[in-house]
């Protein structure tokens, strides 16, 4: 089955520094890619949207330039935290779409990036 | 904009038994994508059941199958023969065809503890 490796599954920076997230679509192309922030004990929030070669979509409220997401080639997408404060420690959560397949339908998602910032 | 409601924040269960998650969903549209997510402890989603809006026919995996009413716009998860194992968030989740773009709409999820 298809198979998305999330890493690191744990990060502890300094507030001020940046941390970058990558995920990558181990055994398919994934031609979309999702990134999702969920609190502890509730539900996923979509934060942005990726396609290969192309600028993000990120939902309201969501600021793009603190978070930085590039989708550069069909296997890998890279979440970026610029100048991390402790308020962006959370859970973070890719999942990838590959063609549009019936097989493809609910995305594989990576095993998550829990981000503390200190 | 659609709306997944699950009016479960927690159930629990004793292990063998069999155990429903109601989910709702409010749309517009007329061909859609339903799922149920598993987040076990480890926080890995896992993908429990799909549905195609299109198909009567209720989806089953194994232990797990589907209650899917179109008119109603309800989605239930019946777990049969429920194992600890089976401890975990559930997310229920809607998707539309969106031009290749699809995103996934989830709600605020059911807590369920199966236990010994």
């Known amino acids: 089955g298809a198979v998305v490796s999330q890493h690191p599954s744990r990060v502890i920076c300094k507030s001020g520094t940046s941390v970058k997230i990558e995920c990558r679509s181990l055994?398919?192309?994934?031609?979309?890619m999702f990134w999702y922030r969920q609190f502890p004990k509730k539900s996923l929030m979509l934060m942005a949207t990726?396609?290969?070669?192309?600028?993000?979509?990120?939902e309201q409220g969501v600021e793009k330039d603190k978070f930085l997401i590039n989708h550069a080639s069909l296997t890998l997408s890279t979440l970026t935290v610029t100048s991390a404060h402790p308020e962006d420690s959370s859970f973070y959560i890719c999942s990838a779409g590959g063609t549009r397949t019936a097989e493809n339908y609910g995305y594989t998602f990576g095993s998550g990036t829990r981000l503390t910032v200190v | 904009a659609q709306t997944v409601t699950q009016s479960q924040p927690e159930m629990s269960v004793q292990e063998a038994e069999t155990v429903t998650l109601s989910c709702t969903y409010d749309t517009s549209e007329s061909n859609y994508y339903l799922f149920w997510y598993k987040q076990p402890p480890s926080r890995q989603m896992i993908l429990v059941i799909r549905?195609?809006?299109?198909?009567?026919q209720n989806a089953t995996e194994n232990r797990f199958s589907v209650n899917f009413q179109k008119a109603a716009k309800s989605f239930s998860l019946k777990i049969s023969d429920s194992q600890l194992g089976d401890t975990a968030m559930y997310f229920c989740?809607?998707?539309?065809?969106?031009?290749?773009?699809?995103?996934?709409?989830f709600g605020k999820g059911t807590k369920l503890t199966v236990n010994p």
């Open positions: 989740a809607f998707m539309k065809f969106q031009g290749g773009s699809e995103k996934l709409v």
């Open positions: 055994d398919f192309q994934a031609t979309t």
């Open positions: 990726s396609n290969e070669g192309s600028k993000a979509t990120y």
């Open positions: 549905q195609e809006a299109y198909k009567q």
